[in-house]
């Protein structure tokens, strides 16, 4: 891990990290001519890329109805007792979550308010091919249902040995979440041709609203790319973890939090900030002898070798600006006062508090949602959430009183922007209330100086309280 060490007084700069934050251009030109071949071709081209990239020739890519609901059966009791217990905490946290339509009115009697309708149809994707990532099915099919939509779509790789061997090409575990989660179509698709599916829709794989979920690089490079004519979550990267951490912290303990991450991927970003020099060396001691035990031992090391990072400052208040820098995915506060800390804490996608609260426990049975924001965009952005799952239209209801209350200022903004017609629109409703509906009659406008109507001139008293 490289070290930056600050000086007293000095704090940490964006520009001192090795972040990226960009997809190659060749990576965004490739799923660029997946996507427009989909949505030329349809079924073809996505059996096509299927044949190529997963090495699988599949019939139909919708899985049978009855291998979902025989996804529990001859499961291991203990993994099953896992899941649902995951389920029904994340469904718990997300249930917390959702919000009501709701409607005010003022004294005139004008009702203002927001209606909340949940989207149609939901594509969730879900990384596969060899690996298998139940947890990444409930977060993301689990708020959608919270949030009311009727029709959660799962698009996964399938597992090119299962098809060989003529049996479910996706993960039992993978299905089992999905069966628990309540997911009602799964299609065995990855890669940005199913970005594309989704987005747009073929033959057989219907177009969906929104598309959530984590995937590699053309998967996030699909989600940018179509995004705009579909709703996505965010463009994910690599993982990442901040552990803050004083001198009361386990080093061994801090080690293996680091390596939680690394062993995700090569290019995971694994940051420790820290006012304690002696610690940070403590922890990549530790690190060593851990790590020389790990199954994914390559992995692991080269993310802390090439994307791992140790800040050093001079003192607390430095500390926890650095990590507002860095505004990590996962960022764990590893103090003696952690809660006291957290209200200093502006930038996190999600928040560890306490040497009890490892990070692992929010990828899996916690509750808050595991999608998160990455590369630093935890400074604007949010977790995946029921919010994401739902649509919100605002409600205007004016009565005849509001109307007149309002209208003045109104017309006086238009005017402001030279937008004659809005205020005309308005001038018309208000002049039905002065001078009756005849005053607005056609044949009379023709007569009337309608620029002295929309823009009438109205003291700032009238204005203010209305006509």
């Not at 001519?33 to 989909?38: G, H, L, P, Y």
């Not at 979902?68 to 249930?95: M, S, T, V, W, Y």
């Not at 005017?415 to 509906?437: F, I, K, P």
Request: hydrophobic share 45%.
């Amino acid at each position: 891990m490289k070290t930056i060490t600050l000086a007293a007084g000095e704090l940490l700069d964006a520009s001192m990290l090795t972040r990226e934050g960009v997809l190659p251009a060749d990576t965004t030109q490739a799923a660029q001519r997946i996507i427009d071949a989909v949505r030329s071709e349809g079924d073809a081209a996505v059996r096509r890329y299927c044949s190529e990239f997963d090495g699988v020739d599949l019939a139909s890519f919708r899985l049978p109805q009855e291998q979902i609901d025989a996804a529990l059966e001859g499961l291991d009791p203990a993994f099953l007792a896992a899941l649902e217990k995951a389920a029904a905490q994340i469904r718990d946290f997300h249930e917390r979550e959702a919000q009501q339509s709701w409607f005010t009115t003022r004294p005139d009697g004008t009702m203002l308010g927001v209606k909340v309708t949940p989207l149609a149809a939901a594509g969730i994707y879900v990384p596969g091919g060899r690996a298998q990532y139940p947890s990444t099915v409930l977060m993301n099919a689990i708020p959608a249902k919270v949030a009311g939509v009727e029709r959660v779509i799962m698009v996964t790789p399938p597992q090119r040995d299962a098809v060989e061997a003529g049996t479910c090409p996706i993960s039992p575990y993978t299905l089992a979440a999905a069966k628990v989660s309540g997911v009602d179509e799964i299609y065995t698709v990855g890669g940005a041709q199913a970005v594309a599916a989704l987005a747009y829709g073929t033959e057989s794989i219907p177009r969906v609203g929104k598309i959530t979920g984590p995937g590699n690089a053309y998967v996030a490079a699909a989600k940018r790319l179509v995004s705009g004519d579909v709703g996505i979550d965010m463009v994910a990267g690599p993982s990442e973890v901040c552990v803050l951490a004083d001198a009361t912290a386990h080093p061994a303990v801090v080690a293996a939090d680091l390596m939680a991450q690394a062993e995700h991927d090569p290019l995971a970003a694994c940051y420790l900030v820290t006012c304690d020099a002696a610690f940070a060396a403590e922890v990549e001691r530790a690190i060593g002898v851990l790590v020389a035990q790990s199954p994914r031992a390559d992995i692991t090391r080269a993310s802390l070798d090439n994307e791992g990072t140790i800040i050093i400052a001079a003192d607390m208040d430095a500390a926890v600006e650095a990590v507002n820098t860095i505004a990590p995915e996962h960022l764990e506060l590893h103090c003696a006062d952690a809660l006291g800390l957290l209200g200093a804490i502006r930038n996190a996608g999600a928040i560890f508090v306490g040497a009890w609260s490892t990070e692992p426990l929010g990828d899996y049975v916690a509750g808050p949602n595991h999608t998160l924001p990455t590369g630093g965009t935890a400074a604007f952005s949010n977790p995946l959430s029921v919010d994401d799952f739902v649509k919100k239209s605002s409600v205007i209801c004016y009565t005849p009183a509001g109307l007149l209350k309002d209208a003045p200022a109104t017309q006086r903004l238009a005017h402001a922007e030279g937008l004659w017609a809005h205020a005309l629109s308005t001038a018309l409703r208000r002049r039905v209330l002065e001078r009756g509906e005849d005053a607005v009659a056609t044949d009379a406008l023709a007569a009337v100086d309608l620029t002295a109507v929309a823009w009438p001139d109205d003291p700032a008293e009238t204005v203010a309280a209305g006509a």
